[in-house]
């Protein structure tokens, strides 16, 4: 252990702090007892750890100290199983005045599920105190986790209690304080959620949804282990009203005069273990003044930190005078066999709005087939997949979500009845593509007056588990247009035995609306 030449007082005071720091025995701390959010695990090291990619855990429970310093050492927790993670701090209560700490350029986070074989994980490195370390984006699940310093850490951070020094979160940023959360509930404003895009994935429910910010729709973010109770991380992306305190996922509109000026929003998302996608439609107006929207894919290796790909559309508006001539928008997307299959909100522009089909074998190059199933504009030659049928008194059809269901694919889709409100139809297909509808032109209606979803019960999002069929479903009260009420968009939620015969939750809806 090195001690620089400073004055003999400077120097014994920093080997003796060092000393101190490394050997000073602690109380232990039970890993039963840990903050909300935090995931108990008992604390181990390596030291040294020349090789952390082959380098084994040890010293479980250790009783004293630890710093990094100019030996090679790794902190690591013990979960004792599998556990999804999203965050790691390390927390010091010692820390010297040096003029270089432990940072970025020699912090490296691995993870193993034998703690024999360890994988180096990218994370982003964020410091918002000098006496804390956070780690962030990224979404792993492993049942080891441990933090390495490389040789050329000087010595400047360390914790006297061992098991205190790490923590794993699941959540990628701090939940509110106490005070932050009074504040909320004093606010009876409504929340305004118009839930887009939505996915199943590493056992949580995922809500990516459209909300008024700067005079423009951006993509918010929540999630549920239920379904019922929802969850808004602070994920501290994007600036909104002075502070970085929201949800907002950071997906920018492009320059002006691009395709995607006006806003990004309106998205949909499909989880796979291997990577997360998004098709956001990117919103621009025209010459005249009217407004197209038309779809791009982001990737993230998590639901949170999302890249666009490429700066052009992936599903782009159709020619003028086509179905889709006015936007490409609030897509479901599934993963068939070999091909990712795309269902789509289309719009002509006028008052047209229809149900559009595309196809792709990677998620980001579509094409969209002449399926020839339905004339518009005098011609079948088209990629119509659904559409309103006025012999069953539909005026147009919206937001289609498919799933495959056994050796059926089902599709739930929002439906306009009567005088601009809607309500939920269903269809079945034996390939994905030929659509028989439901004889009950209605299965999920909407709400009587006075309630969240009186005007709209639309944009269904369905899954069908062990438990039967579980709907989430965006909500409209009316206001102020038709109700004297503050405008309100809300999640709904119903459940069903069969597919075709729905119960609304009782306590709907389940996130947002005009606080109760």
Same mark, same amino acid.
């Given at each position: 252990?090195?001690?620089?030449?400073?004055?003999?007082?400077?120097?014994?005071?920093?080997?003796?702090?060092?000393?101190?720091?490394?050997?000073?025995?602690?109380?232990?701390?039970?890993?039963?007892?840990?903050?909300?959010?935090?995931?108990?695990?008992?604390?181990?090291?390596?030291?040294? %750890?020349? %090789?952390?990619?082959?380098?084994?855990?040890?010293?479980?429970?250790?009783?004293?100290?630890?710093?990094?310093?100019?030996?090679?050492?790794?902190?690591?927790?013990?979960?004792?199983?599998?556990?999804?993670?999203?965050?790691?701090?390390?927390?010091?209560?010692?820390?010297?005045?040096?003029? !270089?700490?432990?940072?970025?350029?020699?912090?490296?986070?691995?993870?193993?599920? %034998?703690?024999?074989?360890?994988?180096?994980?990218?994370?982003?490195?964020?410091?918002?105190?000098?006496?804390?370390?956070?780690?962030?984006?990224?979404?792993?699940?492993? #049942?080891?986790?441990?933090?390495?310093?490389?040789?050329? !850490?000087?010595?400047?951070?360390?914790?006297?209690?061992?098991?205190?020094?790490?923590?794993? =979160?699941?959540? +990628?940023?701090?939940?509110?304080?106490?005070?932050?959360?009074?504040?909320?509930?004093?606010? $009876?404003?409504?929340?305004?959620?118009?839930?887009?895009?939505?996915?199943?994935?590493?056992?949580?429910?995922? /809500?990516?949804? %459209?909300?008024?910010?700067?005079?423009?729709?951006?993509?918010?973010?929540?999630?549920?282990?239920?379904?019922?109770?929802?969850?808004?991380?602070?994920?501290?992306?994007?600036?909104?009203?002075?502070?970085?305190?929201?949800?907002?996922?950071?997906?920018?509109?492009?320059?002006?005069?691009?395709?995607?000026?006006?806003?990004?929003?309106?998205?949909?998302?499909?989880?796979?273990?291997?990577?997360?996608?998004?098709?956001?439609?990117?919103?621009?107006?025209?010459?005249?003044?009217?407004?197209?929207?038309?779809?791009?894919?982001?990737?993230?290796?998590?639901?949170?930190?999302?890249?666009?790909?490429?700066?052009?559309?992936?599903?782009?508006?159709?020619?003028?005078?086509?179905?889709?001539?006015? *936007?490409?928008?609030?897509?479901?997307?599934?993963?068939?066999?070999?091909?990712?299959?795309?269902?789509?909100?289309?719009?002509?522009?006028?008052?047209?709005? *229809?149900?559009?089909?595309?196809?792709?074998?990677?998620?980001?190059?579509?094409?969209?087939?002449? /399926?020839?199933?339905?004339?518009?504009?005098?011609? $079948?030659?088209?990629?119509?997949?659904?559409?309103?049928?006025?012999? #069953?008194?539909?005026?147009?059809?919206?937001?289609?979500?498919?799933?495959?269901?056994?050796?059926? =694919?089902?599709?739930?889709?929002?439906?306009?009845?009567?005088? @601009? !409100?809607?309500?939920?139809?269903?269809?079945?297909?034996?390939?994905?593509?030929?659509?028989? $509808?439901?004889?009950?032109?209605?299965?999920?209606?909407? @709400?009587?007056?006075?309630? *969240?979803? =009186?005007?709209?019960?639309?944009?269904?999002?369905?899954?069908?588990?062990?438990?039967?069929?579980?709907?989430?479903? !965006?909500?409209?009260?009316?206001?102020?247009?038709?109700? $004297?009420?503050?405008?309100?968009?809300?999640?709904? =939620?119903?459940? +069903?035995?069969? @597919?075709?015969?729905?119960?609304?939750?009782?306590?709907?809806?389940?996130?947002?609306?005009?606080?109760?």
């Amino acid at each position: 252990m090195r001690c620089k030449r400073r004055g003999r007082r400077h120097e014994v005071k920093r080997c003796l702090l060092i000393v101190m720091l490394i050997f000073v025995a602690f109380g232990f701390q039970s890993a039963a007892t840990v903050d909300a959010g935090e995931i108990a695990g008992t604390a181990g090291r390596c030291w040294p %750890d020349k %090789d952390p990619a082959n380098s084994p855990l040890k010293d479980w429970g250790y009783n004293g100290g630890l710093g990094f310093d100019n030996v090679y050492r790794s902190v690591g927790l013990d979960f004792g199983k599998e556990k999804q993670f999203r965050r790691v701090e390390l927390i010091a209560n010692i820390r010297t005045p040096a003029t !270089t700490y432990v940072d970025a350029g020699n912090v490296s986070m691995w993870v193993s599920n %034998d703690n024999v074989t360890y994988t180096k994980v990218a994370v982003d490195y964020s410091e918002p105190t000098v006496m804390k370390i956070v780690l962030t984006g990224f979404s792993v699940k492993a #049942r080891y986790v441990k933090i390495n310093c490389d040789h050329d !850490t000087p010595y400047a951070f360390g914790n006297s209690a061992f098991q205190g020094m790490i923590k794993a =979160y699941q959540e +990628s940023a701090a939940p509110a304080t106490s005070a932050e959360k009074n504040d909320l509930e004093k606010k $009876k404003e409504p929340e305004i959620v118009v839930g887009t895009g939505f996915t199943y994935g590493d056992g949580r429910y995922h /809500l990516f949804y %459209d909300v008024p910010g700067g005079g423009r729709y951006r993509v918010a973010y929540a999630y549920s282990e239920d379904g019922l109770h929802w969850i808004k991380p602070d994920l501290g992306l994007v600036k909104h009203k002075g502070s970085r305190k929201n949800n907002l996922l950071d997906l920018p509109r492009g320059p002006k005069g691009s395709w995607n000026d006006d806003c990004m929003c309106s998205c949909g998302a499909l989880y796979q273990p291997d990577k997360w996608r998004m098709w956001v439609a990117g919103y621009h107006k025209d010459a005249n003044g009217a407004l197209h929207a038309q779809m791009t894919l982001a990737v993230s290796p998590d639901p949170i930190n999302w890249k666009l790909v490429g700066n052009q559309p992936v599903i782009p508006n159709g020619p003028t005078g086509s179905f889709d001539w006015g *936007f490409t928008r609030v897509p479901c997307v599934i993963k068939d066999g070999d091909i990712f299959r795309m269902y789509y909100l289309a719009g002509d522009g006028h008052n047209g709005w *229809f149900a559009g089909y595309a196809e792709s074998p990677d998620g980001e190059h579509w094409t969209k087939p002449n /399926l020839g199933l339905f004339e518009y504009s005098g011609s $079948k030659d088209n990629n119509l997949v659904l559409v309103g049928e006025s012999a #069953r008194g539909e005026n147009r059809v919206a937001h289609p979500w498919v799933f495959k269901d056994g050796d059926i =694919y089902r599709m739930y889709y929002s439906v306009s009845v009567s005088g @601009g !409100t809607y309500s939920i139809g269903t269809a079945t297909s034996k390939d994905g593509i030929r659509w028989v $509808k439901n004889k009950q032109v209605v299965v999920l209606p909407r @709400g009587p007056k006075g309630s *969240f979803d =009186y005007w709209y019960a639309a944009i269904p999002k369905v899954v069908h588990d062990a438990d039967g069929y579980k709907m989430w479903y !965006t909500g409209y009260n009316g206001g102020p247009t038709h109700v $004297k009420a503050p405008r309100s968009y809300a999640l709904g =939620y119903a459940t +069903s035995s069969d @597919g075709i015969h729905w119960k609304k939750y009782e306590g709907n809806p389940v996130f947002g609306g005009i606080p109760k």
